[in-house]
T-cell receptor, first 112, second 116 residues
Framework: DQQVKQNSPSLSVQEGRISILNCDYTNSMFDYFLWYKKYPAEGPTFLISISSIKDKNEDGRFTVFLNKSAKHLSLHIVPSQPGDSAVYFCAASAGYGNKLVFGAGTILRVKS | EPEVTQTPSHQVTQMGQEVILRCVPISNHLYFYWYRQILGQKVEFLVSFYNNEISEKSEIFDDQFSVERPDGSNFTLKIRSTKLEDSAMYFC??????????????FGEGSWLTVV
């Protein structure tokens, strides 16, 4: 199931700089997109979401951008902090059901 | 902050044995889910549950799996006869509304199941 893709397995960023995590999707029926942060052996923690009727949503240091024509979304973290180091999952859901489809995740390392 | 709680955090079981994983969803949530993550793989949807019945299930959720809400607070996942390939981290989750309506799914810490 490749409906949600995170093509970068890992990303390394210097503390204080911007982290940009990317996600692509193929299913045009997806209408709600979420980003989760996950540590090993823990559950996904909700970070931020965006509805398909918007192109940007901001919450503190986290901003999600949605480009529906390109079927692409991104998560920006500014400024990045060492505590942001984790695996970040993109997820999407469609109007015809209520399950989330997850990407494979991107490991973010923020170096101090 | 309200959270989804799961027990046990880790269980080791013999192949062929029955396992029950337990969850207490967030109290005002109406939709409940089980997901799993096999080591090194994606988080996968198993089943969703609303109004005391399954609302959607994946192809993974075969006859060996069942879910139940035995009382007003617990939500359980039963695997009748475990297989080696059932070894995974199982996540319980809950939400107030259906995900497609824009509401958010909140996950528990997970139950790590090892089948030997």
């Amino acid at each position: 199931d490749q409906q949600v893709k995170q093509n970068s397995p890992s990303l390394s960023v210097q503390e204080g700089r911007i982290s940009i995590l990317n996600c692509d999707y193929t299913n045009s029926m997806f209408d709600y997109f979420l980003w989760y942060k996950k540590y090993p052996a823990e559950g996904p923690t909700f970070l931020i979401s965006i509805s398909s009727i918007k192109d940007k949503n901001e919450d503190g240091r986290f901003t999600v951008f949605l480009n529906k024509s390109a079927k692409h979304l991104s998560l920006h973290i500014v400024p990045s902090q060492p505590g942001d180091s984790a695996v970040y999952f993109c997820a999407a859901s469609a109007g015809y059901g209520n399950k989330l489809v997850f990407g494979a995740g991107t490991i973010l390392r923020v170096k101090s | 902050e309200p959270e989804v709680t799961q027990t046990p955090s880790h269980q080791v079981t013999q192949m062929g044995q029955e396992v029950i994983l337990r969850c207490v969803p967030i109290s005002n949530h109406l939709y409940f889910y089980w997901y799993r993550q096999i080591l090194g793989q994606k988080v996968e949807f198993l089943v969703s549950f609303y109004n005391n019945e399954i609302s959607e299930k994946s192809e993974i959720f075969d006859d060996q799996f069942s879910v139940e809400r035995p009382d007003g607070s617990n939500f359980t996942l039963k695997i009748r006869s475990t297989k080696l390939e059932d070894s995974a981290m199982y996540f319980c989750a809950s939400s107030e509304l259906k995900a497609y309506s824009g509401n958010t799914i909140y996950f528990g810490e997970g139950s790590w199941l090892t089948v030997v």
